[in-house]
């Protein structure tokens, strides 16, 4: 760093030179200061002197020689000026003029490897959820009379885990997710898959796994044996008790489903031992209450991982989660979270996922050029084998960027990454969250905004607080108990 | 790093940059002519000067020869303005900055004591 003599337009020269605050966030907790660096996401912890700087300079800009003396009191010279020349390497302090950082505007390598296929084996279902966003009010594809089979043929199936091993180029592990509809209207095919793309698999020297999502009505003793035997992971689409779940989560004669339901997940979740199985809640302004659907999840019914997300629909809905409602489902987040914390601290496990996923990613120090691997590192497969985005747009042809035979049209996908990429997201240049939000979901978006490639702000104050929030625990974390942050080195 | 405190993977990462900057601060290889071969282990060269586009009488220099081009690029600025005849944006040594070159005595030696000026 040059630090000779700066000369201003008057000609007058001075030895000194100013500082001011550059881009971070910063939080506390247990009674230290962190910084968060955008867009890098590293995170520093301060000391006090650092500190009184970063105090000091809240106000704006001073010269080097005002900051020293202002703190000449508190701290020696030498501590100031190496805690200063510290503060500026991190780029949390510099020049008043000094330019804006931004993330490197670089598009990933084409040949950028595919890590996990959702295949949409079927986009049949047998429950009619008002919510759903692949038949209901919201959907963007004709699931009902559009050109896609209502199942995936055996054929498509083993296409597809080809044209996954072949896209996954020299990785040696490779995810399969099958999902819908409802998977298990399709379970032959899905027998069949699995053991086709593990034999396959094998053949390649790559390792691969199996995760699945089923709304449980269609178990069988014989079907969990078989999840079971071959360690699929499973994730349960459920809403939480039985009001709750009965509501929205019906059958198409409008029964409630929780009945039918409850002794099946009980019995997987018994007899599946392996993997952690784990619930998908979707939210609505009709059921908030989510204190008591986490503890009627995990207590009762003995989900160790429980996700929730809000409804994805338009505003004018009536289960759309409204302003009000969104303060309220972020402090009960709050609650929760902090009960995670707790267990955190004792080396407890504790299945509220949001906060696992949101942990991982901050002590990773992720930063994104884009709100998911949609396009990128996942891809979904419709039934026809047409090769979308992710499950969400699977059928969509405004969505789709390949066929599994023919594989991925790469210009078409350049272009989806070039849209898509958060340089292009304007609205988020100025929010300190973006290395970990990116912009959000795209299907979401398009939802909202009729344009996958706009930035979700209808969630921006959520997912700064939210975002802020998983800081504070991380933070709480490396203070008390920097242990347990080891498991997600990996 | 000895006052602030790396918390995450990416803060030492960060660390580990800063540490190997610091380190390498002072080698001759800090900026790297067109006619040095690539240094594999301190990751990809980028050449810099002004012969990598085509552009007549650039490829070489002004002997003919290719031992005198622009290089490093810090120069580019100095040397265009001295002795080439493609116009550089310099300060003004009339009225606002007479001593820009006032520590510059041998360009080649001597460009790094050039320095930004700021309104």
Partial sequence: ????????????????????????????????????????????????CGSAILDALEAGPLSKNDLTEKLQESFDLDRTLETLEELNEIRAIGRPDAPKE????????ADFPLNTMVLNVT?????????????????????QYGKQPKFMSEDTAEESVEFLLKQSGTQPRAHLTFFGGETLLNFPVLQKTVAYARRRAAEERKTISFSLTTNATLLKPEIIQWLADNDIGVTVSIDGPKPVQDGLRVFHNGRGTYDVVLPKIKELIA???????????????????????????TDELGFREVGLAPVTTQDHRDYAITPESKDSMLEQFKELAAEWLEHALRD????????????????????????????????????DGDVSLCHRFAGSPEHTIGTVSDGVDRKKQE?????????????????????????????EAHVQYGDSSHANLHYCTWVRSWTHTCLEIYGALAERNPKFLERYDA | MKRLKPINQKASRIEAFLKHEAATANDDLD????????????GPHFPLGCSLQFSPGWEVDNRGGTAGLCQPVERDIFDCHISCFWP??????????????GKCAAAQKDWRKLDLIFP
């Avoid at chain 1, 884009?370 to 590192?377: F, N, Q, S």
């Avoid at chain 1, 849209?419 to 290395?435: L, N, Q």
């Avoid at chain 2, 900026?31 to 301190?42: A, D, F, K």
Wanted: negative net charge; charged residues 20%.
């Fill in chain 1, 1 to 48: 760093m040059t630090t000779s003599m700066v000369t201003n337009a008057s000609g007058r020269t001075s030895a000194d030179s100013f500082v001011a605050l550059r881009d971070f966030h910063a939080f506390e907790a247990f009674g230290a200061r962190f910084l968060y660096m955008v867009p890098s996401a590293g995170i520093f912890r301060m000391d006090d």
């Fill in chain 1, 102 to 109: 931004e993330a490197p505007n670089d598009l990933p390598p």
């Fill in chain 1, 123 to 143: 986009n049949k279902c047998n429950l009619a959820c008002t919510y759903c966003y692949e038949y209901g009010e919201d959907k963007i594809i004709d699931t």
């Fill in chain 1, 271 to 297: 007899t599946h031992r392996s993997r952690p199985i784990g619930a998908r809640v979707t939210l609505t302004q009709k059921h908030l209450n989510i204190l008591e659907i986490y503890r009627h999840l």
């Fill in chain 1, 348 to 383: 407890e496990h504790h299945g509220f996922t949001n906060v696992t996923d949101t942990i991982e990613e901050i002590h990773k120090g992720v930063s994104k050029a884009y709100g998911c691997g949609a396009g990128l590192g996942l891809l979904g497969v419709a039934t």
């Fill in chain 1, 415 to 443: 272009q989806f990454l070039v849209d898509h990429h958060i340089a292009e997201k304007t609205d988020c240049h100025k929010c300190w969250a973006r290395p970990i939000c990116s912009g959000g979901c795209y299907h």
């Fill in chain 2, 31 to 42: 900026v790297v002519g067109l006619r040095t071969p690539p240094h594999e282990e301190s």
């Fill in chain 2, 88 to 101: 550089a944006h310099v300060p003004d040594q009339l009225n606002h900055s007479p001593d820009w070159t």
